[in-house]
């Protein structure tokens, strides 16, 4: 049997280990490619959001490398909009911001080494604080500081100012262009590819990287009369006040729609702790709810992404990989079953991380190192659960499962138990996350999902799981996991507590409920699982989500032209099409008969599926992978050119 490849079509460890050492930066490996690599070579990057630029600064990177000849190459950037920025517009309202602090975002891989400065950095040199909520170019107002959730516009500033400083700073011989027209179409021509553009005109490459972002999806939604979230524009201007809305989702997108119709409407918050908001009179009575039914777990206060400091020592690489030794022995296959080989794993090292912290703020340094190796033995003696019983006497007692799925009651409560047991959870998570720098044992436990985001990778990318436990991952863990680690920072809680408190905005349909059209316009939306049905009209449904675009069913041009010429396909487990890109192991997309196209690479968030947590600005620590990703590209590039 091959190493590297399940039975079933799982990936082995053996695959997974040698991706895993693609890291950054690399410059030692990567040399005697580069140095093989020919003089002459096109490129295109199609779609220069967030990714695309990523790609972008790997390609010069390594075309300035080239030694020993002169460098010549062309790289087209196709891109119609603003190059950069993506879905960070620079037109968009302060009071959107980003959900992570402006000094943890570098658009390269090394802090040392990197010639652009951290978005932190260049927002200071350019001379942005804050004037209330808001961020000016000014002498007076109140500093930023490196903990700060900046407005997404200043990241598309910041964006678009990294791409010029990369064009203007490109290596000798290279020429950057910027084709400002989307792209249609990629055809195989002669050896090379032939990118169509809208305008009728074709560009003919090499190759090619496609980062062509969150694409819209056709036909998903049951309820085509619902509104999209964004741009908030759309809506805003057209929703009467006083009418009622309902927002499809509890997650950021939902945020950012009822802030939009809030305090984009000229509503304030004041006040200290729990806020108080004060009502512009023109804001509609906005109804929120999930499938889920539970609200996301905010960002701590002054909090730093712990990966790299945080070391695991139950869910490790080499947890996963004897899990798929145990899987061939006993299945004869090495794809993983989430819930039973790697949830319990993960689940572990919360409760670790929980008691190490706790005993960190009561006893110092030494007794958490003390706590961590106790328990790190106990679980290879198989005396974990008697050792937890042990600590939670001493510290209190922590359930991982819990705090990692927070489902208590939702089947049975009534409409108002419900939003009162709602916002009192999101109170509890408000007052852990207040604990400054993420020193709260909770938050420090939650905290360890963003540091095992590789491991987690390890286990699900490239058919690593069975089918089934694939569609548990996708419908129930990934959320989950989502919901305790990419929530909004605090205090945008506490703003939802004080919509909530103005009675503006409400929660009463539990978990799930079902939506349906009203014949004479408009919709119904009624509970599905509280003990006491609850039913109401609204006159609006916004979708306070974004689904993972698709192949099969895109809203893009080019995706359904590449879909239906079959140059590329679904992912699937066999004859079962599960959704998502199907990718090989070197980011070449396969088409329909299961060929990989080696001259296109696919990044970002279409490969959500075959790949896992592909939704955020590429920055280093639990967000460098899309470095990771583009280097490996420009490495076989650069290869193949040779």
Request: charged share 25%; proline share 6%; net charge negative.
């Amino acid at each position: 049997m091959n190493r590297d490849m399940a039975p079933g079509g799982g990936v082995g460890p053996a695959r997974l280990a040698r991706f895993a050492s693609d890291s950054l930066p690399a410059h030692n490996r990567s040399k005697a490619v580069i140095e093989r690599s020919t003089a002459v070579i096109e490129v295109a990057i199609v779609g220069l959001g967030p990714w695309g630029l990523s790609a972008l600064e790997r390609l010069l990177d390594g075309l300035g490398r080239q030694t020993g000849r002169s460098c010549r190459a062309t790289v087209h950037v196709v891109e119609p909009g603003r190059a950069g920025s993506g879905a960070y517009s620079v037109e968009q309202p302060d009071y959107f911001i980003l959900n992570t602090p402006c000094g943890q975002h570098l658009l390269q891989p090394d802090p040392e080494q990197g010639s652009l400065p951290g978005f932190f950095d260049w927002v200071q040199a350019q001379g942005y604080r804050w004037v209330g909520d808001r961020c000016q170019v000014t002498p007076s107002g109140r500093a930023i500081t490196k903990h700060d959730f900046l407005p997404r516009r200043l990241m598309g500033e910041y964006l678009e100012w990294c791409f010029e400083e990369l064009v203007a700073k490109r290596p000798s011989g290279v020429r950057v262009v910027h084709h400002r027209e989307q792209a249609v179409d990629i055809a195989e021509i002669d050896g090379r590819e032939r990118i169509v553009l809208a305008s009728g005109d074709s560009i003919d490459v090499d190759f090619a990287i496609l980062a062509t972002g969150h694409t819209e999806n056709l036909g998903i939604e049951a309820d085509q009369s619902s509104l999209p979230p964004y741009p908030a524009g759309g809506y805003s201007a057209e929703i009467e006040p006083q009418s009622t809305v309902a927002v499809s989702g509890m997650g950021l997108v939902a945020i950012d729609v009822v802030i939009a119709l809030t305090r984009g409407r000229g509503g304030e918050f004041v006040g200290e702790g729990r806020l108080r908001y004060i009502p512009s009179g023109l804001e509609p009575v906005i109804h929120m709810f999930s499938r889920t039914g539970e609200p996301y777990r905010a960002k701590s206060l002054g909090t730093e992404d712990p990966t790299g400091e945080y070391i695991p020592s139950i869910c490790t690489p080499e947890a996963i990989e004897e899990a798929r030794r145990r899987r061939l022995r006993e299945t004869g296959s090495l794809q993983l079953e989430m819930r039973s080989d790697v949830l319990p794993l993960i689940l572990a090292e919360m409760e670790l991380r929980f008691y190490e912290q706790s005993a960190r703020l009561r006893q110092g340094e030494e007794a958490a190192q003390a706590a961590k190796a106790d328990l790190t033995g106990a679980w290879v003696t198989g005396t974990f659960a008697a050792s937890l019983a042990t600590y939670g006497t001493e510290y209190g007692f922590f359930d991982a499962s819990s705090a990692f799925f927070h489902e208590e009651a939702l089947d049975a409560i009534s409409s108002k138990d419900y939003q009162e047991h709602v916002c009192s959870t999101m109170s509890a998570d408000i007052s852990d996350a207040l604990v400054r720098g993420g020193a709260s044992p909770v938050k420090a436990a939650q905290e360890v999902l963003r540091v095992l985001r590789d491991t987690m990778r390890d286990a699900v990318e490239f058919r690593g799981l069975t089918l089934e436990s694939y569609l548990d991952f996708q419908a129930n863990l990934r959320p989950a996991v989502t919901r305790n680690i990419t929530g909004p920072p605090a205090f945008r809680c506490q703003q939802l507590l004080a919509l909530v408190d103005a009675d503006i905005l409400r929660m009463p349909f539990g978990a799930s409920p079902r939506v349906a059209e009203e014949a004479g316009g408009g919709f119904r939306v009624t509970s599905e699982r509280l003990t006491e049905p609850f039913s109401k009209r609204v006159d609006v449904l916004i979708r306070g989500h974004l689904d993972d675009p698709t192949c099969d069913r895109s809203g893009s041009a080019l995706l359904q032209n590449l879909y239906r010429n079959g140059r590329i396909r679904q992912l699937r487990y066999g004859p079962v099409s599960v959704g998502s890109l199907d990718l090989s192991e070197r980011l070449n997309p396969l088409n329909a008969e299961g060929e990989p196209q080696r001259r296109l690479f696919f990044l970002g968030a279409l490969t959500e599926g075959v790949r896992y947590f592909t939704a955020y600005i590429p920055s280093p620590k639990s967000r460098a992978r899309a470095f990771v990703d583009a280097q490996a590209c420009v490495e076989t590039i650069l290869t193949l050119a040779s």
